[in-house]
């Protein structure tokens, strides 16, 4: 089925450091989801987005609904070890089917 | 809260046999939940839709016959994957969309298949 295109597909970064990272699609999607899956488990919901522009944060987690529509970013700010495993966007381009999109994944590694 | 258990976590089979893995939202009720496919590094794969009290609704390829889903209830769906092959080996994930806050989707733990 389709995917959003998430980058960088993977990252290598020292303890402390911030981490961005960016889901990016070619249609507009009215909801956008943040997911972070460690290995052997499902995807846990970090962050909810629902308007264009918003801004949301959850600890060291700040996510971007991009003004477009068209696309979403997910900032970590000084990093820790936990924070190791993959994050997924997830986007909802019609409010009339539940059914979202999710992107290939961004895999971050901590170097400690 | 928001609490989705997925059972068992891992399961070992032999091929022609049928497994089934129960997905319950623990803490709310959910009229839809998804059943997903995850190999090794990849994303998730949708494969149906599970609508409470009626049929649920495949992705395209996926066999319903080999894959049976019943959404008996608000709180629990099932997914029976039957005669299985070693292909069928993967991680299976349920999620449930929370009636009341539809606008989001929370997973279960995971199933990991091995059929040997």
């Known amino acids: 089925g389709q995917q959003l295109n998430q980058s960088p597909q993977s990252m290598f970064i020292q303890e402390g450091e911030d981490v961005s990272m960016n889901c990016t699609s070619s249609?507009?999607?009215?909801?956008w989801l943040w997911y972070k899956q460690e290995p052997g488990e499902g995807p846990v919901l970090l962050i909810a987005l629902y308007k264009a522009g918003e801004l949301t944060s959850n600890g060291r987690l700040t996510a971007q609904f991009g003004i477009t529509r068209k696309d979403s970013f997910l900032n970590i700010s000084a990093s820790i070890p936990s924070d190791v495993g993959i994050y997924f966007c997830?986007?909802?381009?019609?409010?009339?089917?539940?059914?979202?999109?999710f992107g290939t994944g961004t895999r971050l590694t901590i170097i400690p | 809260g928001a609490v989705v258990s997925q059972h068992p976590s891992r399961v070992i089979c032999k091929s022609g046999t049928s497994v089934k893995i129960e997905c319950r939202s623990l803490?709310?009720?959910?009229?839809?939940m998804f059943w997903y496919r995850q190999f090794p590094k990849q994303s998730l794969m949708l494969m149906a839709t599970s609508n409470e009290g009626s049929k649920a609704t495949y992705e395209q390829g996926v066999e319903k016959d080999k894959f049976l889903i019943n959404h008996a209830s608000l709180t629990l769906s099932t997914l029976t994957v039957t005669s299985a092959h070693p292909e069928d080996s993967s991680f299976y994930i349920c999620?449930?969309?929370?009636?009341?806050?539809?606008?989001?989707?929370?997973f279960g733990s995971g199933t990991q298949l091995s059929v040997l």
């Open positions: 999620s449930a969309i929370p009636v009341t806050d539809r606008q989001k989707l929370f």
């Open positions: 803490d709310f009720q959910a009229t839809t």
């Open positions: 997830a986007g909802r381009a019609n409010f009339g089917n539940e059914k979202l999109t």
């Open positions: 249609s507009i999607f009215n909801t």
